[in-house]
């Protein structure tokens, strides 16, 4: 009869088969067998508890013993349903639930079985059993930063360190719901944003199903109860009208205290001096062990927990880890609802704006920037999402593009300019005023995407590229100056694969096919083996055979030859230092070298083609292959020889591993920017990197704005990015922002030359409505090109002080008549974001217009035919002329199966022509192509029209006259 009823108590839906159970008593407590009977019975008999309970005379104690069942049930039903609802718009979404536990028994089948019914993850971590506090504590922090970890529950634990251990579970990951954070919040009520833990949480069910009317009123014995377990009960418990009394068994009124409970909880096993009669008759719960602490005690101290026949708790203990397993869907709701984009919640900083203007590092320094942590957080970055460097800047790993892979993209505006004066017209300013004016005053999600700036220019002649005036990156110093090292760890690869180049040339000058076959697979305790990249270009060979030791001559002949022609080598050296002494050289003049010797040069570090990877990259493998794509020479048959060839590829992916992670900074305003990439804006695409801009539009949000910027005139950095970058990148810009200024127009329309460092004539500091009228010609074209593309154009007009309202007034109707979809002055540089509100609504709204982006030309026609395009309809070239040299590259390019490439135009940025002196719209000219050359990694062709320096010289007076250091407060002066 009893097993008939325990059979009916415990079967459950998923039972196929029924269960054998005996009874036996223990102090006054019932326990009952339960095992399988199509399995052996265990070693040691598992008996479950039973639940004691003042019942009526002839009453069942076996059918109240399992109470908890149901209850399992009714938890194990509502978080499948829970799951299924998170499931819809997340369909493949799996809540994941590891189990930390010292020691190797399997503590967590029971977890297991739950967890797949529901259709969860669980993952086991078993510590040894000698790991220290500090041991287990790492293994807890490194599964805190699991981003496929979505809960940590722990168990079996020495009590000793249990507070360290349960404290560094993540507060988000804690579906324990022990630690002192989660408690605090459950003891101030808030019970929305903590987790009550499952133990406390099976015993409230229970007592409420043992009391069978509401707890409101009833007295309630806490008995043994202690830690965590205790704090979480006494609150829950009050807040249902009971109350509650926590005592230790040795207390002197213990039996009058139980006499006066009307419901017992019992945290410990019972000391054998207790006399059983105490408790014989009284309604208790017992949760003296649990599964989620893993240990109990009782006054003879710790002991760990066995399957036998002093296992407490067992009914609670099931209930618990199901409520365990409900925790872990509550906290995984919350984490899907965490990487929904939502209106950032920013702390904006005031500025206070001087008359006049003071420098732009004055500003600077008189600005307080947050610390990069807190910015992370605001905008929706994990603590394992970002690397600090120092307190101002961070790196933000690519692992947020998976967690936010799903989330909208927001608006991608894109800032470019008319054909700049030697001065600049502020396209980094206008970026900067742009975001500022958008989150700081209209409070909108926004982000700014620059360039990295090359130290070269910074010690050179133009100083600082941070922005400007009220609108700039902060700090300043930290922005111009290292930064975080990518510019470095670009060198260094550089570097590398040169000197790769030449010791191979030298080596297989000096050395038989044997000799250098020892080398490049030499012999290692016995044995010869191909490393990875060698296997690959074996195969690219067409060489099957991967035994060292079997490869006849001729596959030895053909795997160690690569035959660089020196006279092929495109790759160059760089260093980012101005040094014009380093345009040309000679290497190899040393007697080491055995007479070995070629002309090369060094080029700036930001002309180097792997700046131009980094900057079109979107993830690390696609760098890692681009870099294996590298063409740096051919070999004496024509045929381009690579990184890949040269075996350096990883090596060069590993020096660029964290220079792939964008940094992040901010504006005076405090709101965010990226600072990723800064490739040379004429003979690369001048635009700063994917990467940057793809994890800016998933921060922001669908309704945010992106905000970028394209080097030089729109004629060179906007239409590399389109034709370039949004190849790359996939992404469709939203709107264009076109940068013009009276000083710029006014040189179009005939002004006088404009020069770095020498006053301006009084043609640009006084009104002149002709010279501004004829100049605007300029600005028309670039509107034209912008609408080649089919993108809305907004024009941004940067006012200075020495601007009439008429001139301004005249700029903003022609650029309206011409196409513009609105015409904006801005006062960004003296007024910070406050100065470019007008220009960030006529965004917004440019944003709601018609877009039909298309790109200039299709990659599959002929190389000489894209660039006759480009000429004929940017710059506005009557034809384009090539040099012998320039066809014949262009004949072996096509030969070596890189036609269908992108153009990247290298050009003089003073002039929509090849020439720097014609000014406005010149017309009618041949544009003569000099040379054509490949950037094979980074994915384009780079025609050369006239001659491109890339390594700029010093000037008579250079910047550094101005730069200084101050060995009191450290503190960098002059830098602009």
Avoid at 644 to 657: C, F, I, Q, R, Y
Wanted: aromatic share 6%; hydrophobic share 40%.
């Amino acid at each position: 009869m009893l097993r008939r009823r325990l059979c009916a108590a415990v079967a459950d839906e998923r039972a196929t088969a029924p269960f054998v159970a005996d009874q036996r008593g223990n102090g006054g407590v019932s326990f009952i067998r339960v095992w399988h009977p199509g399995r052996h019975a265990p070693r040691s008999p598992c008996y479950f508890p039973a639940v004691q309970r003042k019942a009526p005379p002839g009453a069942s104690q076996v059918a109240v013993s399992l109470l908890g069942c149901p209850l399992v049930r009714e938890v194990i039903e509502s978080s499948k349903k829970a799951l299924s609802l998170l499931q819809i718009e997340h369909p493949t979404f799996k809540p994941t639930l590891s189990i930390v536990q010292v020691g190797d028994d399997d503590l967590g089948q029971g977890m297991r079985n739950f967890a797949q019914e529901i259709g969860l993850n669980i993952v086991c971590s078993c510590l040894p059993r000698e790991y220290t506090e500090s041991e287990v504590a790492d293994e807890i922090l490194k599964l805190n930063e699991d981003p496929k970890v979505h809960g940590l529950a722990l168990c079996r634990f020495n009590k000793s360190y249990t507070s360290k251990i349960l404290n560094a579970v993540k507060l988000e990951k804690d579906v324990n719901g022990v630690t002192d954070a989660n408690l605090g919040r459950l003891v101030h009520g808030d019970m929305n944003e903590c987790v009550i833990p499952p133990t406390a949480s099976a015993v409230i069910q229970l007592l409420e199903k043992l009391a069978s009317t509401s707890l409101d009123g009833k007295k309630v014995l806490l008995l043994g109860v202690e830690g965590p377990i205790e704090v979480s009960l006494q609150c829950l418990l009050q807040r249902k009208g009971v109350m509650t009394m926590s005592c230790p068994w040795k207390m002197k009124q213990l039996q009058a205290t139980l006499h006066d409970a009307d419901l017992v909880v019992v945290g410990s096993a019972k000391p054998k001096e207790i006399p059983v009669m105490w408790m014989s008759e009284m309604t208790t719960v017992n949760c003296s062990y649990d599964f989620l602490q893993g240990w109990y005690s009782d006054s003879y101290g710790e002991h760990p927990v066995e399957h036998s026949d002093q296992t407490p708790g067992e009914v609670v203990n099931q209930l618990a880890m199901a409520l365990c397993l409900q925790n872990l869907i509550k906290l995984s709701e919350r984490w899907v609802q965490a990487q929904q984009c939502k209106k950032w919640n920013l702390r904006c900083l005031k500025l206070q704006s001087h008359s006049p203007v003071p420098s732009d590092i004055e500003i600077s320094r008189g600005q307080s920037p947050k610390a990069v942590d807190v910015l992370a957080r605001e905008i929706g970055l994990l603590t394992n999402e970002i690397e600090i460097y120092g307190q101002t800047k961070a790196k933000v790993r690519l692992s947020l593009l998976e967690r936010l892979k799903d989330q909208p993209d927001g608006n991608y505006v894109l800032v470019a300019g008319i054909t700049p004066t030697p001065l600049g017209e502020g396209k980094s300013t206008v970026t900067i005023g742009l975001v500022q004016a958008l989150t700081a005053h209209l409070k909108v999600n926004s982000f700014a995407c620059l360039r990295q700036p090359s130290q070269g220019p910074t010690f050179g002649v133009k100083g600082g590229a941070a922005g400007g005036g009220y609108a700039q990156v902060i700090p300043m110093e930290e922005f111009n100056l290292h930064l975080t090292g990518d510019i470095h760890a670009i060198t260094a690869a550089n570097n590398l694969l040169a000197a790769a180049i030449d010791a191979r040339i030298l080596h297989e000058n000096t050395q038989s096919d044997k000799a250098l076959y020892n080398r490049l697979v030499p012999l290692v305790h016995g044995a010869r083996k191909f490393s990875a990249i060698q296997l690959a270009r074996m195969k690219r060979l067409g060489i099957n055979n991967t035994d060292p030791n079997t490869l006849t001559e001729e596959e030895i002949h053909r795997f160690v030859r690569l035959d660089i022609d020196p006279s092929t080598i495109t790759w160059q050296r760089v260093l980012d230092t101005n040094d014009r002494f380093l345009r040309k050289i000679t290497i190899g003049q040393a007697s080491t070298e055995k007479g070995f010797s070629r002309p090369a040069q060094f080029d700036i570090a930001v002309a180097s083609e792997i700046m131009a990877i980094l900057a079109l990259t979107t993830s690390l493998s696609d760098m890692k292959e681009r870099l294996g794509k590298i063409v740096v020479a051919n070999d004496k048959s024509g045929q381009p020889v690579t990184a890949e060839d040269l075996g350096v590829t990883g090596a060069l992916s590993v020096l660029m591993k964290d220079a792939i992670k964008p940094t992040l900074m901010q504006t005076l305003e405090g709101t965010p920017v990226f600072v990723h990439a800064g490739p040379f804006a004429n003979i690369a695409h001048g635009n700063s990197s994917v990467l940057a801009d793809k994890i800016a539009l998933k921060l922001v949000g669908k309704d945010g704005f992106v905000v970028t910027e394209a080097g030089f005139g729109a004629d060179i950095g906007m239409e590399k990015f389109f034709n370039i970058k949004c190849r790359a990148s996939g992404l469709v810009p939203s709107v264009v922002v076109l940068v013009a200024t009276v000083r710029a127009l006014k040189m179009h329309g005939g002004g006088p030359n404009v020069t770095a460092g020498a006053p301006l004539k009084r043609e640009y500091t006084e009104e002149n409505l002709k010279l501004v009228s004829d100049g605007c010609s300029n600005l028309r074209k670039q509107i034209e090109i912008a609408q080649l593309f089919g993108v809305p154009v907004v024009v941004a007009l940067n006012v200075f002080r020495t601007d009439s309202p008429a001139e301004i007034d005249l700029v903003c109707e022609i650029a309206k008549q011409s196409g513009a979809s609105d015409a904006v002055p801005c006062n960004h540089w003296s007024d910070g974001g406050r100065g470019a509100v007008e220009l960030a609504q006529a965004v917004r709204r440019a944003t709601n217009q018609q877009n039909a982006f298309r790109y200039l030309y299709d990659l599959e026609i002929p190389i000489a035919e894209k660039i006759r395009i480009i000429a004929q309809n940017v710059y506005g070239a009557q034809d384009i002329e090539l040099s012998p040299a320039a066809q014949s590259q262009i004949d072996r390019y096509s030969q070596q199966g890189f036609g269908n490439l992108p153009i990247c135009m290298a050009k003089t940025h003073l002039s929509l022509s090849h020439m720097p002196e014609r000014k406005g719209v010149p017309t009618g000219f041949i544009l003569p192509i000099s040379d054509v050359r490949a950037s094979i990694g980074a994915g384009f062709i780079y025609p050369l029209v006239g001659t491109m320096s890339t390594m700029p010289g010093l000037p008579t007076r250079p910047c550094f006259y101005d730069i200084d250091l101050d060995p009191e407060t450290e503190q960098v002066k002059g830098l602009f």
